[in-house]
């Protein structure tokens, strides 16, 4: 484990921003570098929505994995969405899953490869608690996130489980997206959930799109971005939750998610839940 994690901080890209830490620095967490935050205030200088946008994305997990907790589900992979301490003390995903099912146990796992979010989960969280693991994965690299072992033991693959893919952002091959939600699909049993968080740029206003595609190429290579159709069409053959595809702030949105409700494709995110069959 100590290894482990040596040669996780090893990898450390302090002046390159990732999206996971953009994420927790938008939100108001401290897991993140200088280039991350300088990253924030970049976009926020284009189009001054970031810190709410990361909220709304944010909002839209706890939504998901609450509703879904709620519904009866009592395990979760959560692939990509770092382990943002932008959210409040207690409310982490797995408080969310946790509180959600009254207290039961709800086990959880986190597939991130960034090193920040190992480190730190594992030295924050793993300690305190044996229903969460921290996994590390990348997306690009789905089977062998499938054949971990620490997946493999700790979840029962014979009971269902909620997929929550919130690094699609990180696939310009919609072919490998698609191959990804049918090893899914292939994998988990039946009545199992799959959630999916996109990035899109369907609400920004034509004249920033030239500086937004530029401010993207310069801090995030490579980082894929959808429209609605291509977003349905990754969803085609799937028994989506109601409401659908929409944006992340009007999924099943509670009074107190207040984040990008006003303007809701200022979060540039859709969202949506798939029950498998």
């Known amino acids: 484990m100590r290894q482990r994690a040596i040669r996780n901080l090893a990898k450390l890209e302090l002046t390159q921003a990732r999206i996971t830490r953009i994420l927790d620095a938008a939100a108001g967490g401290k897991n993140n570098f200088v280039a991350d935050r300088e990253a924030v205030r970049r976009y926020d200088a284009a189009a001054p929505v970031t810190t709410a946008a990361a909220r709304a994305v944010l909002a839209f997990l706890c939504r998901v994995v609450r509703h879904l907790a709620a519904g009866g589900v009592d395990q979760f992979v959560i692939v990509g969405s770092g382990v943002p301490s932008g959210l409040p003390p207690g409310r982490q995903l797995h408080d969310v899953a946790r509180d959600a099912l009254d207290g039961a146990a709800a086990r959880v796992v ?163 839940v798939a029950r498998i069959p």
């Not at 085609?236 to 494709?265: F, H, K, N, T």
Request: net charge negative; proline share 8%.
């Open 110 to 272: 986190y597939v991130d490869n960034d090193p920040m979010v190992l480190a730190a989960a594992r030295a924050t969280i793993e300690p305190v608690t044996d229903l969460v693991r921290v996994v590390e994965g990348d997306i690009r690299e789905f089977d062998d996130v499938l054949d971990d072992r620490v997946m493999q033991t700790f979840l029962d693959w014979e009971r269902p489980m909620a997929v929550l893919l919130v690094s699609t952002h990180s696939l310009n091959d919609d072919e490998y997206v698609h191959y990804v939600i049918k090893r899914i699909r292939q994998e988990v049993p039946e009545g199992s959930y799959l959630s999916l968080a996109q990035t899109t740029f369907d609400a920004v206003p034509p004249e920033l799109l030239p500086a937004i595609h530029d401010l993207l190429a310069m801090t995030l290579p490579g980082h894929a971005i959808r429209t609605r159709e291509e977003v349905a069409a990754l969803l085609d053959d799937l028994e989506l939750v109601d409401p659908g595809l929409v944006w992340a702030p009007e999924w099943r949105p509670g009074p107190y998610d207040i984040a990008c409700s006003e303007q809701p494709g200022t979060s540039g995110t859709y969202g949506a």
